[in-house]
Structure formats: C-alpha cells, structure tokens
C-alpha cells in the first residue's frame, strides 16, 4: 500500500502586525469578544420561561433556543479553528463575530420559533472566538506578555457568563425582549470593526486541504453524542432515539477516527490528540468542564425556589444574576494570579489547583446553602477555580501542540470543555429529577437533591485535579514552534533596526 503523501511544513504568511496604539489594543479588543461571546450565549437564559408565550410555541420548541447554539457551537469550533490554521485565524475570528452579530440581528426581527432557533445555529459559531484568540495571542505575543493574555482570555468565558445573566434579565424586565437582540447586535458589529482595526493577522499558517469529509463526519457523530446528551431527561434515556443516537454516535466517530488516522491533512490530527500531555489536556478539559457548570445551574434554581420549600430565598432573575456576578468579578481579578502561578510552576500545577479549588467551592455549598452570603461565597470560590483552571489548559496546549496547529488543538479543547458542560446539564437534570417533593402542589427539588448534585460536581472537579497531576511536564516540544518563535525573533530585530 503506498505510503501517504507527506504533510506540507508550516508556512509564514505576511504579517500584519499593527504599531502604537492598535498594538496595545489588541489584548483588550479579544478580551472583549471573548466576553461577548458569552453573553451571547447567556442572554436567551431568561427568556425561556415566556419565550413559548412570545413566539406562541411549545415549551420543548424553544429549548432548542438553548440546544442548537450548543450543538452549533460544538460542530463549528473545531473545524473553525482547523481553518484558521490554514486560512488565517483572524480571517476566520471575523467570519466567527460576523455569523454571531447576523444572528442577533435575526433574532432582533423575528417572533418565529424557526427563525429563531435558525439565528442562534448562527450565533454558535461564536464559540470558536476564544481558541481563536489564543492562537494569535500565541503568535502575536512574546512569552512574557504571553501567560497574562491568554489567562484573561480564558477568563472571559465566565466573566461573559456572570454579566449576560443579569443583564439580559434587566432588558427582559423593563424592555421589549428584541431590544436585547439589537444591543448584542450592535455590540457584535462593533467587535467585528475592532478586529478589522486592532488585531494583527498571525504569519503562521498550515498549508494543504480542509477535509470536508473529515468535518462532516465529526459534524454527525457530535451532532449525535450531544442531542442525546441534551434531550435525554426529556425523551428518555431509555428511549429508541435516544440509544439510537447513542450507537449513531459511537458508529460514526468510531469511522471518523479511523479515517482521520489515514488522512494525510486530516480535520484532527488524532496523533497529536494521543500525547499524554495533549490527550490528559483534553480529558481535564471535559471533567472541569462538567464541574464548573454544574455551579451556575444549580445556584440559579436552589436561590429561585420558594421559600416554603424550606431552603429556597425566592429571588428573581435579575436578583438571581446579580448572585452570580461576584463570581465574574472574582475570574477577572484572580486571572492575573493564575498567569502567574502557571509561569512560577507551570500550568499543570495551576490547573490541579484550581480543580482542587472548585472542589473546596462545592464543599462549601454542601456546608452551608441556606444563607445567601454564604452561597455567594461557595460559588465565587467555585469560579476562582475556574478561573485557574481555564487559564492553564490553554497554556498546556500552547506548549503542546505545534504552532501551526494551535487553533485545532485549542478548538478540540473547548469542545471537550462543551461536551463536559452538556453532561452537566443532563446529569444535574437527572438527580434534581429524582430528588423532589411538593410544595403547594408543585414539585419543587429537595435540597438533598442540590447537595448530590454539588457532591457529584466536586467529585468530578477532584477527578479533574488527579488527571491534571499525571499530564507530563517538561519544556515545550522541538519542531514548528521553536522554528517559528526563531523565525519571529529574526524578524522583530530587523524591524527594530530599520
């Protein structure tokens, strides 16, 4: 059998490096989009309870609201961040940004169920934003400035979360809910003139083919893992199309992996996926995933419920969200330290700590989830570790993964994170589910219910420290990166001399 073609070596497109002030900007401009990006995927939270009410669909037809962004959002950021290694990632973050602010503005002008769920397939692509990012923060920056950016970045994630909540439950509340479509319209447009303004294109690119057969097969197998995921409390995880999804899943990415390994530019390059240090990175991506989430949906439903369940303080959505911003707030102060741990004892270090702080997190909500300080200060401890923990995993792929292929490695990094997410939701649903009672002839979960569930999460963060402990050190691997960080050098002290 002939032996596959070789593999193009990693090319340098022309630089577009911006001077002064568009230089500077450039951190804080990807910051903002990452943020964005989040509460985009935030703000349709409160709007579920009176969605079926405003477009005049079932109450299932608009959780699809939530479940194609996620579905989106999963398919796109891998194959996204494949072709920013090969196109250029910061052709690709426009393309990105400009399919979420279209879809904000879909949503904007519509009261259609169809249109709607349609507009935020759109919006998924924005997942892809924050891997993106990283990569031309990767290419962009030198090693000290580095650490610090990618850790705000990673940041955003949840600094995006904590905002969206509460302000989208403000505009749902005092205005008409379109009007919460055309500011994330706006605000999306004025990202993508950011970007075209203040972010360089990064000079490393990966030449070759983008295997569309590789990306539709990934499409179908995620496309089944996490629609049974998702709809399983709802259908039944016992259920003909939920198991039929399941086995689909299995099958499909079973054939897709095989193919991949043939492939001489595959969408994924699966061999780099099973090094331990890439492999073990993706693996506490998804547990840490599982456990950070778990945090915003069980804080959010135990503050809401009545108070005559006995433990609930019967806040509304907008007082819910505001419980959740100090947790926001405590990622962005605490993303500078996390930086800094990483670059003093590297970032598996960082990532097993803050798994074991966000395990410490869930011990406090089991401790004491009555009063409201002290849920404030469970889950802001929750998010700290957080915090740590998605700022190391990024730097362990950076050291990992070749320049050339950042963007994937990144991108299948954030899909585990949205796999882990997805099993959260599904997993918290079944125990909330199966631990419930009356009240007022309503069923309501029993706080043992939310004590298992906070159990189950740091039991899952605890296992995420353990999986982190055993990723293997070392410095950063020989070939594209060094060859491109040598190349880079060169060329700044040319400039620097002219």
Same mark, same amino acid.
């Given at each position: 059998?002939?032996?596959?073609?070789?593999?193009?070596?990693?090319?340098?497109?022309?630089?577009?490096?911006?001077?002064?002030?568009?230089?500077?900007?450039?951190?804080?401009?990807?910051?903002?989009?990452?943020?964005?990006?989040?509460?985009?995927?935030?703000?349709?939270?409160? +709007?579920?309870?009176?969605?079926?009410?405003?477009?005049?669909?079932?109450?299932?037809?608009?959780?699809?609201?939530?479940?194609?962004?996620?579905?989106?959002?999963?398919?796109?950021?891998?194959?996204?961040?494949?072709?920013?290694?090969?196109? /250029?990632?910061?052709?690709?973050?426009?393309?990105?940004?400009?399919?979420?602010?279209?879809?904000?503005?879909?949503?904007?002008?519509?009261?259609?169920?169809?249109?709607?769920?349609?507009?935020?397939?759109?919006?998924?692509?924005?997942?892809?934003?924050?891997?993106?990012?990283? $990569?031309?923060?990767?290419?962009?920056?030198?090693?000290?400035?580095?650490?610090?950016?990618?850790?705000?970045?990673?940041?955003?994630?949840?600094?995006?979360?904590?905002?969206?909540?509460?302000?989208?439950?403000?505009?749902?509340?005092?205005?008409?809910?379109?009007?919460?479509?055309?500011?994330?319209?706006?605000?999306?447009?004025?990202?993508?003139?950011?970007?075209?303004?203040?972010?360089?294109?990064?000079?490393?690119?990966?030449?070759?083919?983008?295997?569309?057969?590789?990306?539709?097969?990934?499409?179908? /197998?995620?496309?089944?893992?996490?629609?049974?995921?998702?709809?399983?409390?709802?259908?039944?995880?016992?259920?003909?199309?939920?198991?039929?999804?399941?086995?689909?899943?299995?099958?499909?990415? !079973?054939?897709?992996?095989?193919?991949?390994?043939?492939?001489?530019?595959?969408?994924?390059?699966?061999?780099?996926?099973?090094?331990?240090?890439?492999?073990?990175?993706?693996?506490?991506?998804?547990?840490?995933?599982?456990?950070?989430?778990?945090? $915003?949906?069980?804080?959010?439903?135990?503050?809401?419920?009545?108070?005559?369940?006995?433990?609930?303080?019967?806040? $509304?959505?907008?007082?819910?969200?505001?419980?959740?911003?100090?947790?926001?707030?405590?990622?962005?102060?605490?993303?500078?330290?996390?930086?800094?741990?990483?670059?003093?004892?590297?970032?598996?270090?960082?990532?097993?700590?803050?798994?074991?702080?966000?395990?410490?997190?869930?011990?406090?909500?089991?401790?004491?989830?009555?009063? +409201?300080?002290?849920?404030?200060?469970?889950?802001?401890?929750?998010?700290?570790?957080?915090?740590?923990?998605?700022?190391?995993?990024?730097?362990?792929?950076?050291?990992?993964?070749?320049?050339?292929? !950042?963007?994937?490695?990144? /991108?299948?990094?954030?899909?585990?994170?949205?796999?882990?997410?997805?099993?959260? $939701?599904?997993?918290?649903?079944?125990?909330?589910?199966?631990?419930?009672?009356?009240?007022?002839?309503?069923?309501?979960?029993?706080?043992?219910?939310?004590?298992?569930?906070?159990?189950?999460?740091?039991?899952?963060?605890?296992?995420?420290?353990?999986?982190?402990?055993?990723?293997?050190?070392?410095?950063?691997?020989?070939?594209?990166?060094?060859?491109?960080?040598?190349?880079?050098?060169?060329?700044?002290?040319?400039?620097?001399?002219?």
């Amino acid at each position: 059998m002939a032996s596959p073609a070789p593999i193009p070596p990693p090319t340098r497109a022309p630089s577009r490096r911006a001077g002064g002030l568009r230089a500077r900007l450039a951190i804080p401009v990807l910051a903002y989009c990452g943020t964005l990006m989040a509460v985009m995927q935030t703000v349709v939270v409160p +709007l579920l309870p009176d969605l079926p009410r405003l477009t005049g669909a079932s109450a299932g037809a608009v959780s699809w609201t939530v479940t194609a962004s996620l579905l989106s959002g999963a398919v796109l950021t891998p194959v996204l961040g494949r072709a920013g290694d090969m196109y /250029g990632k910061r052709r690709v973050l426009l393309l990105s940004f400009g399919l979420m602010a279209l879809g904000s503005v879909i949503c904007a002008l519509t009261s259609e169920i169809g249109v709607l769920i349609t507009a935020r397939v759109l919006q998924g692509a924005a997942y892809s934003v924050v891997p993106l990012s990283i $990569s031309i923060l990767r290419d962009e920056l030198p090693p000290q400035r580095r650490g610090s950016a990618v850790a705000l970045m990673s940041s955003t994630v949840g600094i995006g979360a904590a905002l969206g909540l509460p302000a989208a439950a403000l505009v749902v509340q005092y205005a008409n809910w379109h009007v919460m479509f055309w500011v994330t319209a706006v605000l999306g447009m004025t990202g993508v003139a950011l970007i075209r303004w203040a972010v360089p294109e990064s000079p490393v690119r990966r030449p070759g083919r983008f295997d569309v057969t590789g990306a539709t097969g990934l499409a179908a /197998g995620l496309i089944c893992l996490l629609l049974a995921v998702s709809q399983g409390g709802q259908w039944g995880w016992g259920s003909v199309p939920v198991l039929s999804l399941f086995l689909g899943a299995v099958v499909v990415l !079973t054939l897709w992996g095989r193919r991949q390994l043939r492939t001489p530019e595959p969408l994924v390059d699966l061999r780099l996926v099973s090094r331990p240090r890439v492999g073990l990175s993706h693996v506490a991506a998804l547990l840490t995933g599982f456990a950070f989430y778990a945090n $915003s949906l069980v804080t959010a439903q135990l503050v809401q419920a009545p108070e005559a369940s006995g433990y609930g303080l019967g806040l $509304s959505i907008a007082q819910t969200g505001l419980c959740l911003l100090p947790g926001g707030i405590s990622m962005l102060l605490f993303s500078p330290l996390s930086a800094r741990i990483s670059e003093v004892r590297g970032p598996r270090v960082t990532l097993a700590l803050g798994a074991a702080v966000i395990a410490a997190g869930y011990a406090v909500r089991i401790a004491d989830s009555h009063e +409201l300080w002290m849920i404030m200060v469970g889950a802001a401890v929750v998010a700290i570790g957080t915090t740590l923990a998605y700022s190391a995993l990024p730097a362990l792929i950076l050291r990992a993964a070749p320049a050339d292929q !950042t963007a994937s490695a990144n /991108g299948v990094n954030v899909l585990m994170r949205t796999i882990g997410q997805a099993t959260s $939701s599904a997993v918290v649903a079944a125990v909330l589910v199966h631990h419930t009672g009356l009240v007022g002839g309503t069923p309501v979960p029993t706080l043992h219910g939310y004590l298992l569930a906070f159990g189950v999460a740091g039991a899952v963060a605890l296992a995420a420290c353990a999986v982190a402990l055993t990723i293997p050190g070392g410095p950063e691997p020989e070939g594209p990166r060094r060859a491109d960080a040598r190349t880079r050098s060169v060329e700044d002290g040319a400039r620097e001399g002219a």
